[in-house]
């Protein structure tokens, strides 16, 4: 009695045994000993063959698990194991890109060229022009007048075999994708970089211009603007010609 009512006195020091924070996790001999089994070559030879969301699991197992699991190679043979892709060049804004290896990760690349129209590049590579549009975050078929590419979601996974993608953001579609180019990857893209930022502003404030001049929206400014090959003048004649000759029609 009187040695526990000495131990327990209100008011006295704590037990300087007794620890100030919950004890740490208990090491897991399971995996210490799957850890000390396995040699690290055929450990990431095992993980690069499993399924993303599955790898991802893997990196819970133990330290030296997480580490092989979080190997840029791993991840990357991953995500291009299920389509056949031979490398995908370039670093995702996040980790959880590689999580998911499903098709509407990658797109091919289409530089729109004069004359191009939503229906005819969805006929070309066999796609549903609402998937176009959904995929690039396009509104009207007038939004591929204001673009110099579009993203083609993927019908036909065998084009991705032994392929090489790389991984962009699209600003304008505003999703970040493993590209493949069909005609292979446009040089110069890095050295010219500033040119074409330079240029897109200044394309952005011709549009914005005609844009407010005739109170329409982007898509249609960007239609006159694209068939008078660029000439705000011009489009905002074209504009008046066809508004008329609407007036003149309906009678108004």
């Not at 291009?80 to 995908?88: E, S």
């Not at 098709?103 to 549903?128: C, E, I, K, N, W």
Request: net charge neutral.
């Amino acid at each position: 009695m009187g040695s526990r009512g000495a131990d327990g006195a209100a008011g006295g020091p704590p037990d300087a045994s007794s620890p100030a924070d919950p004890p740490g996790p208990e090491p897991d001999p399971v995996a210490d000993a799957m850890d000390a089994r396995l040699p690290a070559d055929l450990l990431r030879a095992v993980l690069q063959r499993l399924p993303p969301i599955d790898l991802a699991r893997s990196a819970c197992v133990c330290r030296a698990w997480r580490a092989v699991a979080s190997d840029r190679a791993v991840l990357e043979a991953a995500f291009c194991a299920p389509w056949g892709v031979r490398r995908v060049v370039g670093e995702p804004e996040t980790q959880a890109f590689w999580r998911v290896a499903t098709l509407g990760r990658f797109a091919l690349s289409h530089a729109v060229r004069r004359g191009d129209t939503v229906p005819g590049v969805a006929l070309m590579y066999s796609v549903q022009v609402t998937d176009i549009k959904r995929f690039n975050n396009m509104m009207s078929d007038h939004g591929i007048y204001s673009r110099e590419r579009l993203l083609i979601p993927i019908s036909n996974p065998e084009i991705l075999l032994g392929s090489t993608c790389y991984i962009e953001m699209d600003h304008n579609a505003k999703r970040e994708v493993a590209v493949f180019y069909p005609e292979g990857r446009p040089g110069g893209k890095t050295e010219s970089l500033a040119n074409t930022v330079s240029a897109q502003r200044r394309s952005r404030r011709i549009l914005e211009s005609v844009r407010r001049s005739l109170h329409v929206d982007d898509g249609t400014a960007a239609y006159y603007l694209s068939v008078s090959e660029g000439d705000p003048r011009a489009a905002m004649m074209e504009y008046s010609e066809d508004l008329r000759w609407e007036q003149q029609r309906t009678g108004q």
